[in-house]
């Protein structure tokens, strides 16, 4: 009866979520949608207390407690420019939780000798392998997003080697895990693996390559839940980690596409650790065409159609605010403003999209690269906002290029492009841009927040 | 038992493809918040570790991963929350400003 209950709120549960999920299709219906699925949680857990395995409540307090009381702030507090390092604390901790858990049933199963059947101790081996590397994996992840450690890659010669050796060393753990389900040897030895492994497959990838690492992570933090689910011989983990494992694996497939590289190339090829030569077309005589404040300002004010390309400097400099007055100032004067973004701007998927909603711009404004990427042509002026590789032409003229073949944003083709960049850097993969050197590009240097107060100011004096 | 399970799990990894696929670029993060919290449901299995009374150490692990799963069902579903709510219109913009937005940062000149 009471075991019948469970199911019966386990079932309910599983339609809530996947109705939530269902509604992130629409914009206009989403967080009504994510409320059933906070609700459905909320059924799960209540139905779950009344578990008949559950014969003391006193440690489950206090963790709820703590939960509560450390996922408050976590939820409220945390600003929204903080969001990718957030999301792969979140995927860490969700992957302790599920580890932790594995840990768990294995000790008790051995130890009150409750029997261990193989099929189990595969499960239990899946989902502590692939917890655990998440868990150090998003970890080193998070200090990279916070900037605690580098943000490049960091590489070593025989790198790859390790990664061998170490994925050999994980292969024949599991072989024994699965020959002698007992041997606790191979269990535990398998979490220490993992737990390396996740940190060296993490640490050789550069920051603009995150949104890519931090997807498959979600993608690995659903399996292990899965597997849970498997070892436990409980639906709804299955149902929620297959969800979660999807949903992961999508964006990972999407980031990856949008940066025309395969994951292999991702993981294991650590742009920019080898100079390649790009010195095609360096022929001395590019110059760069530098623009005062003032003219810029002119040219925005008089423009009818503005198209702003935000990039990851947009996102260091906190600009998304001024960039939403800019805008304000344009449309009253006539113009109308668009948001072009790319699928891989930012640090992690839809980054760019979350910032410029939360600086109170409409979503209507915000556009795709394939749905806007036909306009350019007829645009006044495109503004770039830190952003570099994604509006880098070579990607579609140049076959040397290192993201030759990448889709980008076609703001080359606009009519004028102004530039906002802090120097001459080149951009996270090294190369060139030569969209700065392009006859109707002007640069506008300095930091984008202040040289945006500085055309605000400008256009409202005019 | 482990066929039921298999039927399971990909029958709901297909609903995921095909939900997830239609998922728009623009709400790509909150999908990503949504789902972290949705797989904080491993707090079920954490619950059962945690209370049942297998221990300390048993115990005392199912209570580190009841914190944790709790952390990201609670944090996971607020801060979801709390970007869809930045989602707006331009429509739903106006009618918000006129009506109930306290000056956060709407301080525009008229």
Known sequence: MNETFIQLAYIASSVLFILGLRSLTRPDQARRGMRLAALGMLVAIVATLAHQQIVDYRWIAGGLVVGVIAGYPLGMWVPMTAMPQRIAMALSLGALAATLVGVAEYYTRIHEATGLGRGTAIALGFEVMLGALTVTGASVAFLKLQELITGRPVTYRGQNVVTGILVVVLLSLFGMLIARPDNTFAFYGLIAVAAIFGVQLVMPIGGADMPVVVALLNSYAGLAAAATGFALNNNILIICGALDGASGFILSLLMSKAMNRSFRNIIFGAFGSGPTALAVDATGDRTVRSLSVEDAAIQLAYAQLVVVVPGYGMAVAQAQHQVRELAELIERNGGEVKYAVHPVAGRMPGHMNVLLAEANIAYDRMYDMEEINADFERVDVVLVIGANDVVNPAARSDPSSPIFGMPILDADKAKSVIVMKRGMAAGFAGIENALFYAPRTSMLFGDAKATLTKLIGEIKAM | ?110
Request: charged share 15%.
């Open chain 2, 1 to 110: 038992m482990f066929l039921l399970q298999i039927y399971v799990f990909v029958l709901a990894a297909f609903l995921g493809f095909q939900i997830i696929g239609r998922v728009p670029p623009l709400l790509h993060t909150p999908l990503m918040a949504a789902t972290n919290a949705i797989s904080g449901i491993s707090l079920v299995g954490s619950l059962v570790a945690a209370g049942g009374g297998h221990g300390t150490l048993a115990s005392f692990l199912g209570f580190l991963a009841v914190a944790s799963a709790t952390t990201n069902v609670i944090g996971g579903f607020l801060i979801t929350d709390r970007m869809l709510g930045m989602f707006k219109r331009d429509e739903d913009k106006v009618k918000n400003d006129e009506a109930a937005k306290p000056a956060e940062d709407t301080e525009r000149p008229s």
